[in-house]
């Protein structure tokens, strides 16, 4: 297989969730250049309009289709939408909402909010998704956007850090079920990326500092590093890979040092009886 066969899309129809800004409006513009036509999910119709005009120029069609995740009655008329030009064997899952609150002050209400829009959102869509694939057993691709702190303990996010470690675990199960039938998905967990939603804090100069120096790459990571990985799982050369976790961070979920490197050089703890 040549590489250009490897490293190809064999779907003619994807469906992107949250493709009006930051990750999913930038795979939805990468699979349009690809020659995909692709279906982009999302809540705000002003932004969905926004992410066609970006991709107006591209070889695949982009048709925007306003829906909300957590309808699961929105989801299926999305879907029936889509399958009217047929059944769409790739699915980019990015849809999430992300209020960042510290767990002594967060409500009930925003913490059922937080996990409805990231989990059950997520179900509801990957579910649909591939009904039409298992009724017709047909191979598809799925790829759910997580994040790196769903499986971390990360302060002030453990509403999303819950809804994300249960899309984890519900990507293996189904990766599981539905893998007889030639269905994949996989995980994929984004680190430190400044998009829309993050932009404002991640420009801030203190929290930005503390940022980088969490991650061992010392920068945040450029929309391109994170959809490469994404699209990956959706080409041939990913043809074995399901059930996959992902975690695309620069290494902010690696260990930082507790002794610094000039403190072992020193000759600290490294005495012996």
């Known amino acids: 297989m040549t590489p250009a066969e490897l490293f190809s899309i064999p ?54 289709v306003r ?25 980019v899952n990015a849809a999430a909402q992300m209020v960042k609150s510290p767990a002594r002050s967060m409500t009930a209400e925003m913490f059922q909010q937080v996990v409805a829009s990231t989990l ?37 996010v453990s509403h999303s850090s819950a809804g994300k470690a249960g899309i984890e675990s519900l990507t293996q199960s189904l990766a599981r079920e539905w893998g007889p039938h030639g269905i994949r998905i996989n995980a994929v967990g984004p680190g430190a990326f400044p998009v829309e939603k993050s932009r404002d804090a991640w420009s801030n100069p203190g929290v930005a500092a503390r940022m980088q120096e969490a991650i061992a790459l010392g920068r945040f990571g450029e929309l391109h590093e994170i959809v490469g990985p994404i699209v990956f799982f959706l080409t041939r050369g990913a043809g074995y890979a399901t059930g996959q976790r992902l975690r695309v961070d620069g290494g902010l979920g690696l260990t930082r040092w507790s002794l610094t490197e000039s403190d072992i ?9």
């Open 11 to 64: 779907h003619d129809r994807v469906v992107v969730t949250g493709a009006g800004s930051g990750i999913g409006r930038a795979v939805t513009c990468v699979l349009a250049e690809a020659g995909v036509s692709v279906y982009a999910f999302g809540r705000r119709v002003e932004a969905l309009d926004e992410t066609v005009a970006l991709t107006s120029q591209a070889p695949g069609r982009v048709t925007a």
């Open 67 to 91: 829906c909300d995740v957590t309808d699961p009655d929105e989801v299926a008329a999305a879907f029936e939408c889509v399958e009217r030009d047929g059944v769409a064997t790739g699915l």
């Open 120 to 156: 059950f959102g997520g179900f509801n869509v990957v579910h649909r998704w591939a009904q039409p694939l298992l009724d017709d057993d047909r191979s598809g691709a799925a790829v759910m956007i997580t994040s790196n702190s769903a499986s971390r303990g990360t302060p002030g």
């Open 265 to 273: 050089e020193s000759g600290i703890n490294n005495s012996y009886s």
